[in-house]
């Protein structure tokens, strides 16, 4: 995610780089040939429409893409909260006597939380991760897993009686949430945005850049060519925009930064237990987090 501070356009920009070049150049040529040989004309009205069309199929590509990112950003903050909730009723309900309990919970939380952004991300796991998953000989999908090994140790508890029944139905609801925020991600993440929509904008994009320089008369050659530049580049970054966005796990600029929100849960989580729980580094890029 971007920070709100200036940043480099070479990080806006890289993405389509290629083809603003192009779009700039066939913008050059086309002026001079028009210049030259005034052979081709096309209605202004037909460009007309068609950039209409193009600005609502990119209005509604927008609006579903950043529905796409805000809802993921929600379910994060929903995994914030309850991590912290977790951790906080397992200190309060579980005695210091049995504090190796507590500690157990309180590491695979944050282990959990470092292994569903990798698991998101990037379909693989950090040292720091793997050493543990290996030493609880975890080989199948690692959050759900883990949380498997969550509920397991709730119920040693509730067996030597350190909780009570409703202690443990305290502890399983938030562990549920969390449940059901790893789906919520897992779904977001699985249901890609439709190729056959994103295609046609495409398509309509070129055609516009194609057209748009043949049908501006009657300007100076400098204006015509900023237009026919400026327009479809317009076009081209919201479409580059939304393509970011509607993958709100990628690895980004524009993405949600789960790595971070990870590394601000383990601090949390750590704060809350008085001590150190886990030797896991995040590096924070100059212009945004990941």
């Not at 479809?232 to 993958?247: G, K, V």
């Amino acid at each position: 995610m971007i920070k709100n501070k200036p940043f480099s356009f070479y990080t806006l920009l890289k993405g389509i780089g290629p083809e603003l070049s192009i779009v700039f150049i066939y913008a050059i040529v086309v002026e001079r040939i028009d210049e030259l040989f005034k052979t081709i004309e096309i209605p202004v009205y037909l460009v007309s429409i068609l950039g209409t069309f193009l600005s609502i199929l990119c209005s509604f590509m927008l609006a579903q893409s950043y529905d796409r990112w805000w809802e993921a950003r929600k379910i994060w903050g929903g995994i914030v909260n309850e991590s912290r909730t977790l951790i906080r009723k397992v200190i309060t309900f579980v005695g210091d006597d049995l504090a190796q309990h507590q500690h157990n919970i309180a590491l695979r939380q944050i282990i959990w939380c470092h292994a569903m952004a990798q698991h998101l991300r990037y379909d693989k796991f950090t040292t720091v991760v793997l050493k543990y998953i290996e030493k609880e000989n975890i080989d199948n999908h690692v959050p759900n897993t883990l949380l498997d090994l969550h509920y397991n140790e709730v119920n040693q508890l509730r067996n030597k009686r350190a909780i009570n029944e409703i202690q443990q139905l305290q502890i399983n609801k938030s562990l549920n949430l969390i449940c059901d925020y790893m789906g919520q991600c897992e779904r977001i993440k699985n249901t890609i945005f439709p190729i056959s929509y994103k295609l046609i904008i495409k398509i309509g994009i070129y055609v516009f850049a194609t057209i748009l320089p043949v049908s501006i008369n009657g300007l100076s050659a400098p204006i015509e060519i900023f237009i026919s530049f400026m327009v479809p580049s317009l076009f081209l970054l919201i479409y580059e925009l939304c393509d970011e966005i509607q993958a709100p796990f990628k690895n980004n600029p524009n993405s949600i930064p789960i790595e971070n929100i990870a590394h601000k849960i383990q601090l949390n989580i750590e704060d809350m237990c008085h001590k150190k729980l886990l030797k896991h580094e995040y590096h924070e890029h100059k212009h945004y987090v990941i």
